[in-house]
């Protein structure tokens, strides 16, 4: 079993910034893209960022210039540095990666989501 662990959400000021973290564990033998998404209220899920396993990364539109994804893959872990934030940030942040087990193919992985709201 995987499992995937967001910290770092918060309430923050418009223009401020807030580092978003996800740790995976449990029987992973290897992680291909690792990634951040979003979901507002009344909203649908969209991405924000996604890194590949050698760094390529990939921007939402929204997220271009102020938002920076990164990972670490010795420790599972994938960053997402938002800077520059606006009220329209305001959201369910939610990373996901694509696992492969000891025993199991390529999975699609979310984990619980981390709140980040912008306001003053």
């Known amino acids: 079993q995987v499992q995937l662990v967001e910290s770092g959400g918060g309430l923050v000021q418009p223009g401020g910034s807030l580092r978003l973290s996800c740790a995976a564990s449990g029987s992973i033998l290897s992680i291909n893209n690792m990634g951040w998404y979003r979901q507002a209220p009344g909203k649908e899920r969209e991405l924000v960022a996604v890194i590949t396993s050698t760094g390529t990364t990939n921007y939402a539109d929204s997220a271009k210039g102020r938002f920076t994804i990164s990972r670490d893959n010795a420790k599972k872990t994938v960053y997402l540095q938002m800077n520059s934030l606006k009220p329209d940030d305001t959201a369910v942040y939610y990373c996901?990666?694509?696992?492969?087990?000891?025993?199991?193919?390529?999975?699609?992985?979310w984990g619980r989501g981390t709140q980040v709201t912008v306001s003053s």
């Open positions: 996901n990666a694509v696992v492969r087990g000891w025993s199991t193919p390529y999975y699609n992985y």
